[in-house]
């Protein structure tokens, strides 16, 4: 994803019209368009058929909320099973295994759309014409389909975006956030914490002064950068309190002070802030680490009509509003972003403003051989042993 031109317009110009809306924008917001003029009411049909049915979902803590999912249930008829994961390799491996079979709607980042279907054949085209594109912002919806086009054929709709970076209590590391070798500094011993995962194995290459998005393009480079990483978070080890594995677990973390600074990703800190102002989202000097998660249809799904009715219904403004409202994340509705609370695009605006913006790190397609390397060194992280 890195370098995706279109898609860091689509960012700044999203993030633009929240601030813009909430009072004081960094930078003037571009003229709206007719679609953007538009209420932010969904377009008006007509109420659907009752279906029935189940929908059976793998996705991301925070996409599917309680209450949507009873409206969405009470409209249609149909029934929604959750499956939530913690990465995508999770995600891949549930969906290899039998082929797609047992889901039927998904939620994968953009960078493993098409590597994964190419290695496992997990997904199925997106029927464009059962999609309400006119709900998507045009501009990301462009980009992400160009993305995760395949011999012609389109795997994945843009859904949900946002960056990692880092969490940070302000009242008991006031100097913290600078850099992510912080979460190496001695005097921060026993309250740090992160993801034993790919992103922060990103952050700490850039940190470094290396650049995994143009070292994957090559095994032999990828593994000497990866294992430069995996050297330097053994050797910090001793610092970190513990890895975290879901939202609410780093939440308590933070909100107990048993860790005081930690990686992080943007929602998580974002609605803390905006509960205790000395919890602050904090962007280092090599730049936040940025992802796009999707819409994929499974190649073993049963319920298709139930997978397009989801879409298309939690694409509606004033739905996609209560994910961005309730945990911070941004999506792709056209006007959703309009009706985030003011409170949140203060927070939004303060640490995340049009310079930073700038240096996301994008996620970029990662090969089979780049998982492997990723999943020995943070086995080899995590097996290693405190010095």
Same mark, same amino acid.
């Given at each position: 994803?890195?370098?995706?031109?279109?898609?860091?317009?689509?960012?700044?110009?999203?993030?633009? @019209?929240?601030?813009?809306?909430? =009072?004081?924008?960094?930078?003037?917001?571009?003229?709206?368009?007719?679609?953007?003029?538009?209420?932010?009411?969904?377009?008006?049909?007509?109420?659907?058929?009752?279906? =029935?049915?189940?929908?059976?979902?793998?996705?991301?803590?925070?996409?599917?909320?309680?209450?949507?999912?009873?409206?969405?249930?009470?409209?249609?008829?149909?029934?929604?099973?959750?499956?939530?994961?913690? %990465?995508?390799?999770?995600?891949?491996?549930?969906?290899?295994?039998?082929?797609?079979?047992?889901?039927?709607?998904?939620?994968?980042?953009?960078?493993?759309?098409?590597?994964?279907?190419?290695?496992?054949?997990?997904?199925?085209?997106?029927? @464009?014409?059962?999609?309400?594109?006119?709900?998507?912002?045009?501009?990301?919806?462009?980009?992400?389909?160009?993305?995760?086009? #395949?011999?012609?054929?389109?795997?994945?709709?843009?859904?949900?975006?946002?960056?990692?970076?880092?969490?940070?209590?302000?009242?008991?590391?006031?100097?913290?956030?600078?850099?992510?070798?912080?979460?190496?500094?001695?005097?921060?011993?026993?309250?740090?914490?992160?993801?034993?995962?790919?992103?922060?194995?990103? @952050?700490?290459?850039?940190?470094?002064?290396?650049?995994?998005?143009?070292?994957?393009?090559?095994? %032999?480079?990828?593994?000497?950068? @990866?294992?430069?990483?995996? &050297?330097?978070?053994?050797?910090?080890?001793?610092?970190?309190?513990?890895?975290?594995?879901?939202?609410?677990?780093?939440?308590?973390?933070?909100?107990?002070?048993?860790?005081?600074?930690?990686?992080?990703?943007?929602?998580?800190?974002?609605?803390?802030?905006?509960?205790?102002?000395?919890?602050?989202?904090?962007?280092?000097?090599?730049?936040?680490?940025?992802?796009?998660?999707?819409?994929?249809?499974?190649?073993?799904?049963?319920?298709?009509?139930?997978?397009?009715?989801?879409?298309?219904?939690?694409?509606?403004?004033?739905?996609?509003?209560?994910?961005?409202?309730?945990?911070?994340?941004?999506?792709?509705?056209?006007?959703?972003?309009?009706?985030?609370?003011?409170?949140?695009?203060?927070?939004?605006?303060?640490? #995340?403003?049009?310079?930073?913006?700038?240096?996301?790190?994008?996620?970029?397609?990662?090969?089979?051989?780049?998982? &492997?390397?990723?999943?020995?060194?943070?086995?080899?992280?995590?097996?290693?042993?405190?010095?």
């Amino acid at each position: 994803m890195k370098g995706k031109v279109a898609m860091l317009l689509a960012v700044v110009l999203i993030i633009s @019209m929240l601030l813009s809306a909430c =009072g004081g924008a960094a930078t003037k917001a571009p003229e709206p368009t007719k679609a953007a003029a538009a209420p932010t009411k969904a377009p008006a049909t007509e109420a659907p058929a009752k279906k =029935g049915g189940v929908l059976r979902m793998l996705t991301w803590e925070g996409y599917a909320p309680e209450e949507l999912v009873q409206k969405f249930t009470d409209q249609t008829g149909i029934k929604v099973e959750i499956t939530y994961i913690g %990465d995508n390799n999770e995600l891949i491996a549930k969906m290899a295994a039998t082929k797609g079979k047992g889901f039927d709607l998904v939620s994968p980042t953009l960078n493993y759309v098409i590597t994964a279907q190419k290695e496992f054949g997990i997904y199925q085209p997106i029927d @464009m014409s059962r999609v309400n594109t006119k709900l998507f912002n045009p501009t990301y919806l462009k980009s992400i389909t160009e993305q995760a086009t #395949l011999d012609g054929k389109v795997y994945a709709l843009p859904f949900v975006w946002g960056t990692t970076a880092m969490i940070v209590n302000t009242e008991k590391a006031p100097d913290a956030g600078e850099t992510y070798l912080d979460l190496c500094d001695p005097k921060y011993k026993g309250r740090v914490t992160y993801r034993a995962k790919y992103d922060t194995l990103y @952050m700490f290459a850039y940190a470094l002064g290396m650049d995994p998005a143009e070292a994957v393009k090559s095994e %032999d480079e990828y593994r000497k950068v @990866m294992y430069k990483v995996r &050297d330097k978070l053994i050797e910090c080890k001793p610092i970190v309190r513990t890895y975290w594995d879901s939202r609410q677990q780093l939440e308590e973390l933070v909100t107990k002070e048993e860790v005081w600074l930690g990686t992080s990703w943007d929602a998580i800190a974002w609605t803390l802030s905006v509960k205790d102002p000395k919890f602050k989202y904090a962007v280092p000097k090599e730049g936040a680490v940025g992802w796009y998660d999707t819409f994929a249809i499974s190649a073993g799904a049963e319920n298709l009509d139930a997978a397009y009715e989801w879409i298309n219904f939690i694409m509606q403004p004033e739905n996609a509003a209560v994910i961005i409202n309730q945990t911070g994340y941004q999506t792709a509705s056209e006007g959703a972003a309009e009706l985030a609370s003011p409170e949140l695009a203060k927070v939004v605006k303060e640490t #995340l403003p049009p310079e930073k913006m700038a240096n996301i790190k994008w996620y970029f397609p990662l090969p089979p051989y780049a998982r &492997d390397i990723e999943a020995e060194v943070l086995e080899q992280v995590k097996a290693a042993k405190s010095k």
